[in-house]
């Protein structure tokens, strides 16, 4: 993001940022001509890969999904939008359009239980890949997505944006590596959305024409098909991510980690349920907390789909409690009180609206996390030049999203799990370490170290 822009959108002038090109991002050193891929046209398969034709010049030359309806809406508005004016090459099999070999990058976007065997075939074809949050269901996924990363050499990213949000890389130097919070000692984050209402419920229906369910469902369990499952909603069931937890969750312990540092914890525990929206179709806790402990503090998660939201400014974020006060820390902003004293600073989201009015019009997008993509897919773009790893890089997410499911199989388990982070398991508990890899259906085969 070119700081003048950043100023003038945000409105803040202040010496520290004026002083540290590092709160806005690297950007690409070249006008290479990227080729393209995108794996799952859904929701935020275009809000990412738009915002990647915004910042690089790039030529969107394939897209896939098993649902036509998708595939061929995905395909229009690329073609829209992107500078050629080409429609993508059309696929419904991931596997034919990495076998062309004519893609520098591929942008995955399937449900949870589809990205490690994406990310996987992409690196291993010469693919750099920027792949949602969580990367995988289960641990060894995520080990296994590291390994191969690592072994041909690919620049992978994350979409843990946190780390690229304006606001909060402001925050993160004035605020905590100033050392103005001074030494923190708990922190909580939290997801509040939800709201009051009935558990979700709906019955099994007909496939829909077009869209191939069983190639959806792929390596987990084909379930009888609920229309939810076909979009957004699919996180309402356990078998195809990692419930709010893996879905809010995994954000907002990944932004705490990077804000302070933090590498694995050493204890994970949880408790919590289905308390309130029960008798649905949906089997995801809808109350839970979940305790990492750290040497020196816990950082608590809590989340609860069904009620009020205690702090309207702040829904989906985290409180960091410090010598010296509490930032309060969130997507729409920030807000720091120090102890003893009235006053507060506070520094608020980034909308780019007169330098990207196309947000205003397209559907589905998030605009107060539009700025964070585009900050993180400059990045992305960038470190594919120097052939450095990300910002959110894909060992800071596979640590993010392990710990997320040790949080699922703590509370699966009814009982607080250690972890032994060098040997990749948990400490002494034979039981929980058998639920580290789910099992594929056949004739999927899950990936291995």
């Known amino acids: 993001m070119q700081r003048r822009n950043f100023l003038k959108y945000a409105g803040l002038g202040s010496a520290a940022l004026a002083a540290s090109p590092a709160v806005f991002g690297d950007e690409p050193s070249s006008e290479k001509l990227y080729r393209v891929g995108l794996i799952g046209a859904g929701w935020y398969g275009k809000v990412d890969l738009f915002r990647l034709i915004q910042v690089a010049n790039v030529d969107v030359v394939s897209v896939c999904d098993v649902d036509q309806e998708a595939l061929d809406e995905a395909a229009r508005l690329i073609a829209a939008r992107q500078k050629s004016g080409k429609e993508p090459k059309k696929y419904r099999d991931y596997r034919e359009m990495i076998a062309q070999k004519d893609l520098d990058i591929v942008l995955i976007a399937t449900p949870d239980h589809w990205h490690a065997l994406q990310t996987i075939a992409a690196v291993e074809a010469g693919i750099d890949v920027y792949v949602q949050k969580p990367i995988g269901v289960d641990v060894l996924e995520c080990q296994a997505m590291l390994a191969a990363a690592r072994k041909h050499k690919a620049v992978v990213q994350v979409g843990l944006q946190r780390r690229s949000t304006p606001h909060l890389m402001e925050a993160k130097e004035k605020i905590i590596d100033s050392g103005m919070l001074g ?267």
């Not at 000692?185 to 509040?192: A, D, L, M, N, R």
């Not at 590498?263 to 649905?280: A, C, D, V, W």
């Open 183 to 449: 030494k923190v000692g708990q922190v909580e984050i939290f997801s509040y959305y939800g709201g009051p209402g009935p558990a979700f419920k709906q019955e099994p229906a007909e496939i829909p024409e077009g869209f191939d369910y069983d190639f959806w469902c792929g390596p987990a369990p084909k379930l009888p098909y609920y229309p939810f499952l076909r979009r957004r909603s699919w996180r309402q069931r356990m078998e195809y991510g990692n419930g709010t937890l893996g879905d809010m969750g995994v954000h907002m312990f990944d932004m705490a980690r990077w804000l302070l540092d933090l590498g694995y914890p050493r204890r994970i525990s949880s408790s919590g349920g289905q308390f309130i929206k029960t008798g649905g179709v949906s089997n995801c806790t809808d109350t839970q907390t979940v305790v990492f402990e750290y040497d020196d503090l816990n950082v608590v998660w809590n989340h609860r789909t069904w009620s009020e939201l205690p702090d309207r400014r702040h829904p989906w974020g985290g409180y960091f409690y410090g010598e010296n006060g509490v930032l309060k820390a969130s997507v729409f902003g920030y807000d720091f009180n120090q102890y003893y004293r009235n006053e507060k600073i506070s520094g608020e989201v980034l909308y780019e609206r007169e330098e990207y009015p196309e947000d205003e019009k397209e559907p589905g997008i998030e605009m107060h996390c539009a700025s964070a993509i585009r900050v993180h897919m400059r990045d992305f773009i960038a470190r594919i030049e120097d052939r450095g790893r990300p910002r959110s890089d894909i060992e800071e997410g596979a640590i993010s999203t392990i710990c997320c499911v040790l949080g699922n199989i703590a509370q699966e388990l009814g009982r607080t799990l250690e972890w032994d982070a060098e040997a990749g398991k948990v400490k002494n508990d034979d039981e929980a370490n058998a639920l580290l890899a789910r099992e594929y259906r056949a004739p999927w085969t899950h990936p291995q170290v």
